[in-house]
């Protein structure tokens, strides 16, 4: 099924027509939706009359009595976007997801043989181990599934050795939403497609709950697919996480929250150093590869950064319109100036070597060099040749791992714990290749290979983009820089 597809629900613009020239109260139909649904296991989709099918264990809790609103039901779906054009005579077209949530019956019947295996991969991000305890506390409590294991170190843990696979249950991790990092360790590269499989099946893992950025994602399609392949009747689910927020379609990924927050210290700190100074400025780098997120929203939270540098907009630094003539104006302006500066922006500038152009870390992500110290450097030597008579300072505050290696805040921990619940009903209602994820602030399941490839770049196009630039006042840097 192609999501882009043109939908034909308004060939002719009619409900736009109407919408434009209509008063108020009036009914206006939207075009129809494409529905994109998620795979489902092949016990589950066996259209012989034998799929399984097992009344929710949910509905038998001693103390919990479900109301009948709490079962999602199989027609149940939410939109992805969630406003209209109704002026436009070629409406986008729409695309809904299955909604997230427990079902009334279960295609996977969690009492016999379900054995999940749960693994973090990537970077670390502020509710790893929220997500690990929720899903450990779910897939036991809620549905009394009674082999869950922790599978050490990424991907590579599943053809590693027995201690690599640990039993857990909720008084094992019991307090682990209070600690920052993954307590089962998370590594990057490894991806051996076949030995990772292979492990699987050599451990009768009939559930995969496989929690990372983008590469995991790519990683976690390549073994559905390979299940599929096979025709093992095992699930996998994947949980989405990125402190940089880098992931398309759900409407943020959890811990980024946190770690805006703890970018406030740091933001804090270069304001009072840069004040405190004659000439001075305070230069803070954040996360953020390929996306600036975090920098925009630490910017927009603070109200003390004078520019914000992103890997969407690329910048110079001298001459007219440049960084460097700005922040000389606006020190004149105001005695001192905060930057803020996302780890991917100005990579093109840096001068880099033939190795260095070639250098990857384990999974093949491009390494970066260090926009900070350079910067901070280039914009002394301009200093000192411009302005030599005049005093100056900058400050150099790089918090990168303090804002990814915190426990989740309350808002994360909350999230962590509705991504985790979403997994297990999604698992347990026989859907496998997905992703749970909110979109529009409901929760909902999306076909892991969308998740793969969906990126999500700052839109600098937008209102979000323009409002920092407004609150900044900083150049576009659209003027030819100098040579
Ligand atoms: N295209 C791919 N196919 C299969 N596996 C992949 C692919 N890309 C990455 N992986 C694997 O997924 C795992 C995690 O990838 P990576 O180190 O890029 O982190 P990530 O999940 O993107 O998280 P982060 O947001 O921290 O970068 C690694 O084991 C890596 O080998
Ligand atoms: O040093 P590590 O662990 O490879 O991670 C660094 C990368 O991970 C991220 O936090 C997430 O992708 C990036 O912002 C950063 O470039
Ligand atoms: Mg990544």
Known sequence: MDPTAPNS???NGVAAAAAATAPTNTTVTLP??????????????????????????????????????????????????????????????????????????????????????LVTCGGLCPGLNTVLRELVVGLQELYGVRDVFGVAAGYRGFYGPDDDHVRLDPAAVDDWHKKGGTVLKT????????????????????????????GTMRGAVAIFEEFKRRGLNISITGIPKTVDNDIGIIDRSFGFQTAVEIAQQAIDAAHVEAVSAVNGIGLVKLMGRSTGHIALHATLSSRDVDCCLIPEVDFYLEGKGGLFDFLYERIKLKGHAVVVVAEGAGQKLIPRTDDQKREQDESGNIVFLDVGPWLKSELGKWW?????????????????????????????????????????????????????????????????????????PVDVNDHKWAWVRSVTNQPDFLNTPAK
């Open 32 to 117: 129809a939706f494409t529905l994109r649904d998620v795979p489902r296991l092949p016990s589950a989709a066996a259209d012989d009359g034998n799929a399984t099918r097992i009344p929710n264990p949910i509905s038998r809790h001693p103390y919990f009595h479900p109301p009948p609103t709490f079962y999602i039901s199989d027609g149940d779906v939410s939109l992805r976007h969630a406003f209209f054009d109704l002026a436009s005579s070629t409406p986008a077209p729409l695309v809904a997801y299955r909604r997230a949530g427990p079902r009334r019956e279960l295609a996977v019947d969690p009492a016999r043989g379900a054995r999940a295996a």
């Open 187 to 214: 590594t990057r590269g490894g991806f051996d497609l076949n030995k990772i499989v292979d492990g699987i099946v050599a451990r009768g893992y009939t559930q995969v709950y496989a929690i990372g950025g983008d």
């Open 9 to 11: 629900g308004d060939p």
């Open 384 to 456: 000192k040749k411009e302005h030599p008579s005049e005093l100056f300072t900058v400050k150099y505050i790089d918090p990168t791992y303090m804002i990814r290696a915190v426990p989740a805040n309350a808002t994360d921990n909350l999230y962590c714990t509705l991504l985790a619940h979403s997994a297990i009903h999604g698992i347990m209602a026989g859907f496998t290749g997905f992703v749970p994820g909110p979109i529009n602030g409901n929760y909902s399941y999306i076909p892991l290979e969308d998740v793969a490839v969906a990126k999500n």
